[in-house]
């Protein structure tokens, strides 16, 4: 079972970018499925997240400009970012909890993808 994340890159400040996380395997639920990021030296913080039941989650500093949304049956979770500081430069990490197959999974991590916000 893996995430695989995408949809990083380049972007000037004002500009959008959407990015995708998949989950591969035989997976019978997730619970939440959300995004983090991490700048050299901090610790990882939230930015959204979303439940199976459709509930969102938002980091104060990125309310009102992304918008977190879920694809059930593609296992599919997705970022918008519109109107993107500088401040907003980081490596982004997809994640999922209570994932649940064959076996019990709990808590799964995808590889990062960079996001940098130019000024």
């Known amino acids: 079972v893996q995430l695989q994340a995408s949809g990083g890159g380049l972007v000037q400040a004002g500009e959008s970018l959407r990015l995708s996380c998949a989950v591969s395997g035989n997976i019978f639920s997730i619970n939440t499925m959300g995004w983090y990021r991490q700048v050299p030296g901090k610790q990882r913080e939230l930015v959204a997240a979303i439940t199976s039941g459709g509930t969102t989650t938002y980091s104060d500093s990125v309310k009102g400009r992304f918008a977190i949304s879920r694809d059930g049956a593609k296992k599919t979770v997705y970022l918008q970012m519109n109107s993107l500081k500088t401040e907003d430069t980081a490596v982004y990490y997809c994640?999922?909890?209570?994932?649940?197959?064959?076996?019990?999974?709990?808590?799964?991590w995808g590889q990062g993808t960079q996001v940098t916000v130019s000024s």
């Open positions: 994640n999922a909890k209570g994932v649940s197959g064959p076996f019990w999974y709990g808590e799964i």
